[in-house]
């Protein structure tokens, strides 16, 4: 609308790389949902870490969770999260059935469970909740889960939206425990920013349009997945 002053341009830094995951924000970027701003995506990765993204004022938002969010500004940074596009958090842990069954969390006394970078603060936050940090042995890998049919592990800590579907498809019988349901319950993929951008009246209209095209962008793909999907 040539009636609605620009708001300039602006980065929404996803956490993972380009997938269907981010299927609500390619629909708002396609339809222009977040006119009168313009948002580029910045893709993340295995070591992804959003806070300084937004700290250095290199991406306006970025998609974390609470715990990292958390832990940064107990490093001194100043981020503020202001949506979350999950409710309920798809972080796991999962085996293969045949060689770890698994129906709580104790079960994994004993064993190495691997984890990718990107899941450190929720894995370990999720294994003090439950008393366990000392009894598991934690192996830093890559966030990958064939890990587990390789044998490289015990079980593994990932997401059960990609990581568990993703080896169900394949063949395997898999045991899973969700965090949220095992103590530790989050919201994920929050929209963090930074407090300084918060309080300023232009950054702050630009993050209030961010918003308004990630919720309808979304809002369009509940309705039509297979949109999002194309």
Known sequence: DGAVASLGNATLAFSWLYDVQQAGSYIAYARKYYSPLN???????????????????????AETDPTTSAAANNAGASVVLVGAQYQVNPFCVMS?????????????????????????????????????KSKVKSLLTTRDASIL???????????????????????????????GNTGLKLFDLTYCVSKAALNNANKR???????KGEIRGWQVEMKNQKLGLD
């Open 39 to 61: 948002v580029t995506f910045l893709p993340g990765g295995d070591s992804f870490d959003g806070e300084p993204l937004v700290m250095q004022g290199r991406a306006l938002c």
């Open 96 to 132: 293969l059935h045949k060689k770890l069954p698994m129906n709580e969390p104790k079960d994994l006394i004993g064993k190495t469970v691997g984890y990718g970078p990107n899941m450190a603060v929720p894995w370990f936050a999720w294994l003090e909740v439950n008393k366990i």
């Open 205 to 211: 209209a630009q993050i209030v349009a961010l918003l």
């Open 149 to 179: 049919t390789s044998g490289g592990c015990d079980a593994y800590v990932g997401w059960v939206t990609s990581d568990v579907l993703g080896l169900v498809c394949k063949g395997q019988h898999v045991d899973w425990l969700m965090f």
